[in-house]
């Protein structure tokens, strides 16, 4: 079993930063792609960014320049850093991790998701 639990959601006002963290726990052998995707009321999921084993990121254009992506395998960890946010930012917040697990096969986890809510 794998569990994710993110961190650091929460109130902004706009200009504002936060940083999310996912970090992952359980039968892991190793993380490939680390992702951060978000929901906002009335719209489909979408990806933010990811990064790579090797530590390639992309980011959707709405956030370049202004959003992070890090990872930290020794601790199974995901970061979004995200600066000057705006309230077209708010939105739930979710990680997803491709991890190798015990059962010898690569599987996608979600976390629980994070509540980001930027105010004018």
């Known amino acids: 079993q794998v569990q994710l639990v993110e961190s650091g959601g929460g109130l902004v006002q706009a200009g504002g930063s936060l940083r999310l963290s996912c970090a992952a726990s359980?039968?892991?052998?190793?993380?490939?792609?680390m992702a951060w995707y978000r929901q906002a009321p009335g719209k489909q999921r979408e990806t933010v960014a990811s990064i790579t084993s090797g530590g390639s990121t992309n980011y959707v254009d709405s956030v370049k320049g202004r959003f992070t992506i890090s990872r930290d395998d020794a601790k199974n960890t995901v970061y979004l850093q995200m600066n000057s946010l705006k309230r077209e930012d708010t939105a739930v917040y979710y990680c997803?991790?491709?991890?190798?697990?015990?059962?010898?096969?690569?599987?996608?986890?979600w976390g629980q998701g994070t509540q980001v809510t930027v105010s004018s």
């Open positions: 359980g039968s892991i052998i190793s993380i490939d792609v």
């Open positions: 997803k991790l491709y991890i190798f697990d015990y059962s010898g096969r690569r599987n996608a986890y």
